[in-house]
């Protein structure tokens, strides 16, 4: 979920969207079909839907809501288990009947779908279309009810004008929003409108064109404006363009970018080890072995991270004390074996201590775990990574992007158009699924 820079005041007042939004989440309207309704919350970058999302599971009364995740690396940091792993659906191996029937038979799904009347869908966008339905199906006929996901309560949180579901090569998007799934769920449409991160309104007017696929001459413009700006700043030998963070599509981009960064500082290196833990379930510790392989994979930070004292880093989750969001960035002022001292964007500095980051089987149990640090290097980022950031500047190239969403993903982390420092740019980056278009126009 993304994190915004919320516009709200000491005794966290919600804007008059959010308290809206809030407001429909704790309804208890029904559907033509008798459930409570299902809700569709979404909005542009910047629109806080991860802040009311988290007001409304802190202050509801009902029970635990489980958080499904799109991916792993979502779901371990937001502390959720994946969309895949909740329903049994796994990689669809054999296609939908085959992961259909291997479904209705796991007797641990029946008693998760039984247990719960609420699930919280996160970046509902890079759900596929084929996964969404699998699991309405299975929902139904377990349940044993012919009711969208068999009655369960839906609500589902993202932006489709964001990254999309993984394509294979050639295919169109597979977007659940044109399922039939999708419309049996009678989604209520909450659109969040105010943008709490940007409040220059020409550089919304922009970001909201670039979001919708537009490349006006006002985009144009502005587009090469910071380019022309970027490039006079390039040439002018006292300015450190260093702080801004770089952001690539690729990831292996961005880890060369972050050690040459690292060691063109001066200083000594210091490395802390991530310590690797397994769960207490007995099906933790069957599995160990594959579940520490699929934490590697999906955890935001590094097992081993390399520091040196002024070295730039950055937040990789948001804390629960709000000394930091995931996005802020700092410098390293002092390393010690337990605690890291960073320097805070404005002065402020804080102590960083290890933090545990859990992967959750589809019961919820905790089946590995790492403790670590929340930091990475700061130098360069990966577009994908970066959704969900605040950040106060970016360097990046919008050239030779493929994704759709991806161009906007970049450009609406910053706060103010300002903070942009552009390498290039072609139209043809800038990318929309005609589909996402017609969706969003359909809800107008």
């Given amino acids: 979920m993304e994190e915004a820079d919320l516009n709200i005041n000491a005794e966290s007042q919600l804007a008059e969207d959010q308290a809206l939004a809030l407001a429909a989440l704790n309804r208890s309207s029904k559907t033509s079909t008798g459930g409570r309704a299902n809700i569709f919350l ?14 409304w599971r802190m202050k509801s009364a009902s029970d635990e809501i489980p958080v499904l995740a799109s991916t792993g690396a979502a ?3 937001v502390g959720g288990r994946t969309f895949h792993s909740f329903f049994g659906l796994g990689i669809l191996e054999g296609g939908i009947e085959a992961t259909f029937e291997r479904a209705i038979k796991d007797r641990r799904l029946a008693k998760r779908l039984k247990e719960v009347h609420t699930l919280l869908i996160d970046e509902i966008s890079m759900i596929s279309g084929q996964a969404f339905e699998a699991a ?88 090469n404006q910071r380019l022309d700006a970027s490039q006079r700043l390039f040439k002018e030998a006292d300015r450190d363009l260093s702080e801004a963070p770089r952001l690539f599509p690729r990831r292996d981009q961005v880890d060369q970018f972050n050690q040459e960064s690292l060691a063109a500082l001066p200083g000594t ?28 994979r999906n955890i935001p930070i590094k097992e081993e991270l390399e520091l040196k004292i002024a070295c730039r880093v950055l937040f990789v989750q948001n804390d629960p004390q709000k000394r930091w969001v995931n996005g802020t960035r700092g410098k390293v002022k002092e390393m010690k ?31 590995a775990g790492i403790l670590g640090f929340p930091l990475v290097l700061a130098y360069a980022v990966t577009i994908h990574k970066s959704q969900g950031m605040t950040l106060s500047s970016i360097f990046t190239d919008l050239r030779r992007l493929w994704e759709p969403g ?15 420092f552009l390498a290039g740019w072609e139209q043809r980056s800038i990318l929309v699924d ?8 359909r809800q107008a």
């Fill in 42 to 55: 979404t909005g542009s970058a910047g629109s806080g839907k991860s802040h009311i999302i988290k007001e």
């Fill in 75 to 77: 779901a371990v940091l």
């Fill in 136 to 223: 309405d199906r299975i929902s139904r006929r377990i349940l044993g009810q012919n009711q969208a996901f068999g009655g369960l309560r839906i609500v589902a949180v993202g932006d489709f004008s964001q990254l999309p579901p993984v394509a294979r090569g050639g295919e169109a998007r597979d977007w659940c929003f044109s399922t039939d799934s999708w419309r049996d769920c009678e989604f209520q449409v909450i659109e969040l409108r105010i943008n709490h991160r940007v409040k220059d309104s020409e550089f919304l007017q922009v970001l909201e064109k670039v979001r919708q696929g537009q490349i006006s001459t006002e985009v144009k413009d502005f587009l």
């Fill in 269 to 296: 290196l210091k490395k802390y080890q991530s310590i690797f833990m397994t769960g207490a379930a007995p099906e933790a510790q069957r599995k160990s072995a594959s579940s520490l392989e699929a934490l590697r």
């Fill in 337 to 367: 074996d337990d605690t890291i001292i960073v320097e805070k964007e404005g002065g402020r500095t804080v102590k960083v201590e290890r933090v545990n980051f859990s992967l959750l089987d589809a019961d919820g149990e905790v089946i």
């Fill in 406 to 420: 991806q161009a906007y993903v970049a450009l609406s982390r910053l706060r103010s158009a300002e903070g942009l």
């Fill in 434 to 441: 005609p589909e996402v278009l017609r969706f969003y126009n």
